[in-house]
């Protein structure tokens, strides 16, 4: 059944924070660019990094890597990537990277702040994974902590023996930014022997959360379509499109943890929806 966009729309309006009524402007309406980019730059710090919950699940002020993953996907999406936000992000995540180019997933501090329960210390994290893809997605090139990255990457990737959850969510997106498309190709069809892409539940997740194949695979003709069939891409659109709430929007599956939190995932997940149903041909 189709889905209601005015109503979707009006939810937006209604409850979506500023940034993400700016993001929904741009992506649907047609407005300028840089009414996102300064939307993003209140959650940005001084030292380039990203904080103050933009990231809904970290509600902490100091810069975080899942943070800054967050504004460099947007910056992405507003064509940004090359800005000097962007620019300046990506040089705080080189220094917080280990000499391998790791990403830890948290840095010290968090802790004092709410923050969700999965958030825990760890070194080399599916960060390193998500933040190598969202830079080599934004055409950024001679970079020296992306080269270390992306090694790391690839290392992780092609040894990695039980392949589940967000880790597969990240390799895929890294394996469709990856400038190597053949061997990234390799790689998903070594995946495809792996794991069962049709629902894949995350380690300590609440009942009712998995990942699915527009989680794994959102575009038509990414190499990470090459794990998800047609039939289960289908399956999930319909899946999405009943979901729609009566208030217009879409709600998220994993841990609703604080009324802000999940009024914050709301509008992006909102947005995510109608993203997917557009770049699939639904809307």
């Known amino acids: 059944m189709p889905i209601d966009h005015a109503t979707a729309e009006n939810f937006i309006w209604s409850a979506a924070r500023l940034l993400d009524r700016h993001r929904y402007s741009y992506l649907f309406k047609g407005d300028r ?24 699940d ?24 090359d800005g000097e936000l962007g620019r300046a992000a990506r040089a705080w995540v080189a220094r917080v990277a280990a000499p391998d180019g790791a990403i830890p997933s948290v840095l ?67 394996l469709d930014a990856a400038p190597d498309e053949q061997r990234a190709r390799a790689a998903v069809e070594s995946l495809a022997t792996q794991v069962d892409p049709t629902a894949i539940a995350p380690v300590g997740g609440v009942d009712g959360e998995a990942l699915r194949p527009l989680d794994l695979s959102p575009r038509p003709g990414s190499p990470s379509r090459g794990l998800v069939s047609e039939a289960g891409v289908e ?21 609703a943890w604080s009324p802000a939190q999940t009024n914050d995932w709301r509008g992006n997940v909102t947005i995510r929806a109608l993203t997917w149903l557009r770049d699939n041909e639904r809307l």
């Open 33 to 56: 660019a840089e009414q996102v980019i300064d939307a993003l730059r209140p959650y940005r710090n001084r030292d380039g990094g990203f904080g103050h919950a933009l990231e809904p």
């Open 58 to 81: 970290l509600r902490g002020p100091s810069s975080q890597p899942a943070a800054t993953l967050y504004a460099l996907e947007i910056l992405n999406e507003a064509g940004a990537a």
């Open 108 to 174: 010290p501090g968090f802790e004092d702040y709410p923050h969700a329960p999965w958030f825990q210390p760890e070194p080399g994290s599916v960060l390193t994974l998500a933040l190598a893809a969202v830079s080599h997605a934004g055409g950024v090139t001679g970079d020296e902590w992306l080269d270390r990255a992306t090694e790391w990457c690839w290392r992780a990737i092609e040894t990695h023996e039980r392949p589940g959850g967000y880790w597969l969510k990240y390799a895929c997106a890294f």
């Open 235 to 255: 399956a999930h659109l319909e899946l999405v499109e009943s979901e729609q709430r009566q208030d217009g929007g879409w709600m998220f599956d994993w841990l």
